[in-house]
């Protein structure tokens, strides 16, 4: 479970950083108010979504692959391929990554002061976070859980999702690649 909490920690943050960055930017314009915890209270809350997620992915790892960490046979793994692919291209998916692309819009729309809104912001980051990403971190049991390429490529493709101008389109891409992924994987 540790090493899920911690590989999520180091995948995730850098798709989070705008958020956290203007909630300490908000703390630091209205001239440190009380009224406003400090941002280390909004991080505990989004890092906690990702320990609840990280305790699911360790319970998963132990039912579902061997030594190797990773699912063994093409029909296990052409199933995951084409169910994160689908998840891609889901409505639900677009609605909580939708939160992550504007920090500024999620941030207003959610606020609440004081402590227990900080915390509470930083946990609706982090389910929307999750939310948007738990079928791609699922991948890790395609490619291996400690495949330091499939954990770099899920990063970049996380942050690019959410950062990039057309996020948009990087995931409807990405969707697709992984459904014929998938079906070849079956197929062959």
């Known amino acids: 479970m540790l090493m899920w909490w911690v590989m999520m920690v180091a995948m995730m943050l850098p798709s989070a950083t705008p958020a956290i960055l203007l909630y300490a930017r908000v703390r630091h314009v209205r001239g440190s108010d009380a009224a406003i915890a400090q941002p280390w209270v909004f991080l505990a809350g989004y890092l906690t979504m990702w320990l609840v997620f990280s305790i699911a992915a360790a319970f998963a790892q132990r039912s579902l692959t061997g030594p190797s960490m990773a699912l063994q046979g093409s029909l296990a793994k052409g199933l995951m ?64 859980v400690m495949n330091l390429l499939w954990i770099t490529g899920l990063t970049v493709l996380v942050a690019g999702e959410k950062l990039l101008p057309n996020g948009r389109l990087l995931q409807q891409v990405s969707g697709a690649a992984l459904i014929l992924w998938g079906g070849t994987k079956i197929l062959l």
């Open 81 to 144: 391929l084409l169910a994160t692919g689908a998840y891609q291209l889901s409505p639900m998916k677009s609605a909580c990554v939708s939160q992550c692309r504007s920090p500024g819009q999620f941030i207003s729309h959610h606020w609440r002061s004081g402590l227990t809104g900080a915390l509470r912001l930083g946990v609706i980051h982090g389910a929307y976070c999750v939310g948007c990403c738990w079928l791609l971190m699922a991948l890790l049991f395609v490619g291996g």
